[in-house]
T-cell receptor, first 110, second 114 residues
Framework: RKEVEQDPGPFNVPEGATVAFNCTYS??????FFWYRQDCRKEPKLLMS???SGNEDGRFTAQLNRASQYISLLIRDSKLSDSATYLC???????????FGAGTRLFVKA | DGGITQSPKYLFRKEGQNVTLSCEQN?????MYWYRQDPGQGLRLIYY???????QKGDIAEGYSVSREKKESFPLTVTSAQKNPTAFYLC?????????????FGSGTRLTVV
């Protein structure tokens, strides 16, 4: 079993749609969680952190469920510019062990 | 502005040739990493370094070597022992003591065997 698993997609949605991605992780001792965004042929960039209480940044909402060991990302009112691959990231061992999911591809169409 | 610089952006390697990818950061981060990404795949860790003059193998270290003689620099050598080196190579640095760990990537080097 992979340490971090994501649905690879692709998710094809129209502009204005709401879309949600899930990610599961296997290590119950994992400490920190993030969502990164990667555009085609570019480096990943931090989108947002994920906290147990849930957090929101504009149209993006991230949730962490430690009991079930998954994190989620919700995108509301999708824009064409949201088209990218979204990487789930889990950090263990005091910040030195970072594990990236394979990513979920999102295509937003006009 | 602080950041990570990778060079070259594109690199072509002949069979049996060693090549070195450069990674320099001015973020004053202690930790640095090298990842490999294949098309449609996630990032796989090659090597990482938590401090100068120390580095550890990641999940796919075979056929690669690194050095960490300076805090700012973490070059990766792809040796002839790496049988399938064509991939996108990403260097990253982080500060485990900082919020969000300050995990930052360089813009990557795309290596192709010709």
């Amino acid at each position: 079993r992979k340490e971090v698993e994501q649905d690879p997609g692709p998710f094809n949605v129209p502009e204005g749609a709401t879309v949600a991605f899930n990610c599961t992780y296997s290590n119950s001792a994992s400490q920190s969680f993030f969502w990164y965004r990667q555009d085609c042929r570019k480096e990943p960039k931090l989108l947002m952190s994920v906290y147990s209480s849930g957090n929101e940044d504009g149209r993006f909402t991230a949730q962490l469920n430690r009991a079930s060991q998954y994190i989620s990302l919700l995108i509301r009112d999708s824009k064409l510019s949201d088209s990218a691959t979204y990487l789930c990231v889990v950090v263990n061992t005091g910040g030195f062990k970072t594990i990236f999911g394979a990513g979920t591809r999102l295509f937003v169409k006009a | 502005d602080g950041g990570i610089t990778q060079s070259p952006k594109y690199l072509f390697r002949k069979e049996g040739q060693n090549v070195t990818l450069s990674c320099e950061q001015n973020l004053n981060h202690d930790a640095m990493y090298w990842y490999r990404q294949d098309p449609g795949q996630g990032l796989r860790l090659i090597y990482y370094s938590q401090i100068v003059n120390d580095f550890q193998k990641g999940d796919i270290a075979e056929g690669y070597s690194v050095s960490r003689e300076k805090k700012e620099s973490f070059p990766l050598t792809v040796t002839s022992a790496q049988k399938n080196p064509t991939a996108f190579y990403l260097c990253a640095s982080s500060n485990p003591m900082a919020a969000n760990y300050g995990y930052t990537f360089g813009s990557g080097t795309r290596l192709t065997v010709v």
